[in-house]
């Protein structure tokens, strides 16, 4: 048997989903539901105005914001470990010519 959750939980529950840019099984373990509890409350409410327009853009300006960060310090790392490298040094073969 089921808890009774308000509607405007379930509406809250859907906002966070799809605009917070965490998976759908972070926000539901947050929110102490069901995975598939969470996805028919996306599915029944996808198409209302639960997301406003303007939270929409927000969520698609955090996910690229996002990617650029996650780019950005796979960058880093790499020039990291590139700078701790020792030098190579030149072997016998090479300094001889």
Known sequence: MGTGRTDEFR???V???????????QVADDLGVGLSTLNKWVTA????????S???ELARENERLRREN???KEERDILKKRR???A???S???MRS
């Open 11 to 13: 509406k809250d529950a």
């Open 70 to 72: 996650r780019i950005l």
């Open 15 to 25: 906002r966070i989903a799809l605009t917070s840019g965490l998976t759908r099984r």
């Open 54 to 56: 303007e939270d929409r």
């Open 84 to 86: 701790m490298l020792p």
């Open 88 to 90: 190579m040094p030149l």
């Open 92 to 94: 016998r073969s090479r």
């Open 45 to 52: 409410h996808r198409d209302t105005d639960v997301v406003s």
